[in-house]
């Protein structure tokens, strides 16, 4: 039994979600493809979740992996500028940005 325990707790993960908005912003399904598709290869990444209409790009990841700073510079690498945000934040639209990828 306390072998199971030790077993369990060496494999326990620290898992964390972040909520980040980009720049330039997302405008349609293929920027959300764009940010999927290129930051999940990032370390650690286990789920990403876009959302246009909120701006706003949900990053699960294992802890013990990468960190937010990190996931940061992977944005970067793709030619994307990622800022923390949080759920509740309502981030505005730039009406005079125009989509990359249509």
């Known amino acids: 039994m306390l072998m199971l325990m030790v077993a369990m707790i060496a494999t326990a993960k620290d898992i964390k979600t972040v909520i980040f908005t980009t720049t330039p912003q997302m405008h349609c399904a293929n920027c959300e493809a764009q940010v999927k598709n290129n930051l999940r290869f990032a370390k650690g990444v286990k789920e990403i979740k876009t959302s246009v209409e909120e701006q706003k790009v949900y990053v699960t990841y ?30 505005p639209v730039h009406e005079n940005e125009e989509c990359q990828f249509m």
């Open 62 to 91: 294992d802890a013990q992996k990468t960190n937010e700073k990190n996931l940061q510079k992977a944005f970067e690498k793709f030619g994307y500028k990622a800022e923390k945000t949080t759920k509740e934040a309502k981030i």
